[in-house]
């Protein structure tokens, strides 16, 4: 009987480890509640380090010049399908909050100008968009898996941030987006 329930004990746990796995070979990656699970590569109440590096058009971005601005980053690559999948639903984002002075979209993309500037003459990314930012990616942040995405407060803090694709991945930047706004 004891040897019975210790089988059944260790073929549940091993089950649940590789429906795990195999969530994350698909790059959707659930919580129990369905939300989107954290990033490996940040901690919420963390002030990551800064970078200041020029978008498509050469507008010189510095992170620790957004203090009172809400910041949502996107982490990303062209060869990136749920990457490029989820830009629609980034673009929504955009519209919706874009005009406003105290929120900023920026995607950092591994990719040189040239291969980011053919992908989006298809499929239109409304984020600024950092050009060959694999170093400031790697260096600054060790992000290794892709597409990640943070939402930071007005006070420079990180308060959302996941990795890997979730259908449910915009709502919840968008909930902390309203959060962080002030909006109900």
């Known amino acids: 009987m004891r040897f019975s329930f210790l089988l059944l004990f260790f073929l549940s746990v091993h089950f649940i480890a590789f429906s795990q796995q195999v969530q994350?070979?698909?790059k959707i990656i659930f919580?129990?509640?369905?939300?989107?699970?954290?990033?490996?590569?940040f901690k919420n109440d963390e002030v990551i380090a800064s970078f200041s590096a020029p978008d498509l058009t050469?507008?010189?971005?510095?992170?620790?010049?957004?203090?009172?601005?809400?910041v949502v980053l996107n982490f990303w690559f062209v060869a990136c399908a749920?990457?490029?999948?989820?830009?629609?639903?980034?673009?929504?984002?955009?519209?919706?909050?874009?005009?406003?002075?105290?929120?900023?979209?920026?995607?950092?993309?591994?990719?040189?100008?040239?291969e980011i500037e053919k992908m989006i003459e298809k499929n239109i990314f409304n984020y600024h968009i950092i050009p060959s930012a694999k170093e400031i990616v790697q260096k600054n942040y060790k992000v290794a898996m892709f597409p990640t995405h943070v939402v930071?407060?007005?006070?420079?803090?990180?308060?959302?941030?996941?990795?890997?694709?979730?259908?449910?991945?915009?709502?919840?930047?968008?909930?902390?987006?309203?959060?962080?706004?002030?909006?109900?």
């Open 24 to 26: 994350q070979n698909q």
């Open 31 to 41: 919580t129990k509640a369905g939300e989107p699970m954290p990033s490996p590569f």
């Open 58 to 70: 050469g507008r010189v971005f510095n992170l620790k010049d957004f203090e009172g601005k809400v």
């Open 82 to 114: 749920p990457c490029v999948k989820e830009i629609p639903e980034l673009n929504q984002l955009v519209d919706r909050y874009g005009k406003r002075d105290d929120i900023v979209f920026l995607a950092l993309a591994l990719d040189e100008k040239a």
């Open 152 to 184: 930071i407060n007005k006070d420079g803090k990180v308060v959302f941030h996941t990795s890997g694709y979730n259908p449910t991945t915009i709502s919840a930047i968008e909930k902390n987006i309203k959060l962080q706004l002030g909006i109900n």
